[in-house]
C-alpha cells in the first residue's frame, strides 16, 4: 500500500470521526496518533478528495462505525476495524497488518524505555513485518507464548526476534513448547531461573499485542503441532471456541480448566490482567474466538476486520 492511500484512509477516519462522530480536534488526535494540526491536514485532505459529502464516501466510513459498536458495546479503549469485504483474504490481511502496525509503531516510537509483550500466530508477525526501522535500543520485547513446538522446531509466527532486530531493543524469549508433555515437565520448567526471569519481565510489560486462535479441526496450535489430537478433541467436547496465549475459552469467555491447560507454559491469563491486551485477528471463521475474548473481557484494544466485526456484533445481538 502506497503512502498516499494510507494516508486517505487516515484522512477517512479523521473525517467519520468528525463529521459524524462528533469527535473534537483534540480527541481525534489522540485516536489516531498525530497532532492537532496534523488533524486539520487530514481534515482538508478529505475534503480535496471529495470524501465529505452526505455520508463519508470511503469503506473506511462504515468501518469506523463498526468499530463505534464494539468499543461502546464490549468497554474497549479502541477498536480498529479495517475493510476486508471488498478484497481478497490476502489484501485484507495486509490492511489488519497495517492498521496494527501503526498503532504498535506509536508505542515503540516513544522514547521512554518500554517493555512490549508480543503473543504469537500470523497477524502478530505480519503486525512487525509492516513495521518501520527504528533504534530504540532501551525498549524490551518479550514473547508471552513457548517458541518451541513438540517436534523441536521453533515457531515461525514468533515476533520478537524480528521487532528487536527491527529497533535493537532488548529480546527476551519463553524456552519452552506453549504445552508441555507432562505435568511434571510443566514443573521443572518453572522451576527454573531462566523461566521465572522470563515470566518477570512479561509481568512488567505495559502492553501485549496477541493474536486471537480458533479452536476448531483447523486450529492453528493444532496445525502446526502444538496439540496432539486426542487434546484437540478434548477441548472440543468442553466447548472451545478460540484461545488466547494457547489458553482455550468456551462461548462466554470463560476458561476451560482440564488436563491440558494444567500443562500450559504461557503466563495465566488473569496474571496478565493489568496490561493493555490488544487482540489481532480478522475473518469471518475467528468472529467467534474474538467474540469470546471479548465476552471474557480479556482484551482492552481489538484490531479486527469488517467481515469479523459484522459476524460477532450480529452473534451478540
Known amino acids: 500500500m502506497d503512502k498516499f492511500r494510507l494516508r486517505l484512509d487516515k484522512a477517512a477516519r479523521a473525517a467519520w470521526m468528525s463529521f459524524v462522530g462528533g469527535r473534537t480536534q483534540d480527541e481525534i488526535a489522540q485516536q489516531l496518533g498525530v497532532s492537532r494540526p496534523g488533524v486539520q491536514r487530514l481534515l482538508a ?14 469503506p473506511v466510513a462504515t468501518c469506523m462505525v463498526l468499530a463505534d459498536e464494539i468499543t461502546s458495546r464490549f468497554g474497549l479503549t479502541f477498536c480498529d476495524v479495517v475493510p476486508a469485504e471488498l478484497a481478497t483474504p490476502d489484501e485484507a ?22 517493555t512490549l509483550a508480543l503473543g504469537s500466530g500470523r497477524s502478530v508477525r505480519a503486525t512487525v513485518e509492516a513495521m518501520s526501522h527504528i533504534e530504540r535500543p532501551q525498549h524490551r520485547f518479550v514473547s508471552l507464548v513457548g517458541n518451541i513446538a513438540r517436534d523441536g522446531s521453533a515457531n515461525r509466527y514468533d ?25 511434571e515437565e510443566k514443573q521443572a520448567m518453572a522451576r527454573q531461573s531462566l523461566f521465572n526471569a522470563i515470566a518477570e519481565v512479561s509481568r512488567q510489560a505495559q502492553t501485549a499485542y496477541i493474536g486471537i486462535g480458533k479452536i476448531d479441526r483447523e486450529a492453528t496450535l493444532f496445525q502446526d503441532h502444538f496439540l496432539a489430537q486426542d487434546e484437540l478433541e478434548e ?45 489481532l485477528a480478522g475473518g469471518y471463521d475467528k468472529a467467534p474466538a474474538i467474540l469470546a475474548a471479548l465476552r471474557g473481557g480479556w482484551l482492552k484494544g481489538l484490531v479486527t476486520d469488517d467481515v469479523a466485526a459484522r459476524a460477532l456484533l450480529a452473534a451478540d445481538g
Request: glycine share 10%; hydrophobic share 50%; charged share 20%.
Open 93 to 114: 490481511a495486509h490492511y489488519l497488518a497495517i492498521a496494527a502496525s501503526q498503532r504498535l509503531m506509536r508505542l515503540v516510537e516513544q522514547t521512554e524505555p518500554l
Open 235 to 279: 477441548l472440543l467436547a468442553q466447548g472451545a471456541v478460540g484461545e488466547l496465549l494457547g489458553w482455550p475459552l468456551d462461548a462466554e469467555g470463560r476458561l476451560i480448566e482440564c488436563a491440558l491447560t494444567a500443562r500450559i507454559t504461557s503466563l495465566p491469563l488473569p496474571l496478565l490482567a493489568g496490561q493493555d491486551l490488544v487482540g
Open 45 to 58: 485532505l478529505a475534503r480535496e478528495e471529495g470524501l465529505v459529502k452526505v455520508r463519508i464516501d470511503h
Open 159 to 183: 515476533g520478537v526476534m524480528m521487532l528487536a532486530d527491527k529497533t535493537g531493543g532488548g529480546r527476551f524469549l519463553l524456552p519452552a513448547p506453549i504445552v508441555a508433555t507432562s505435568l
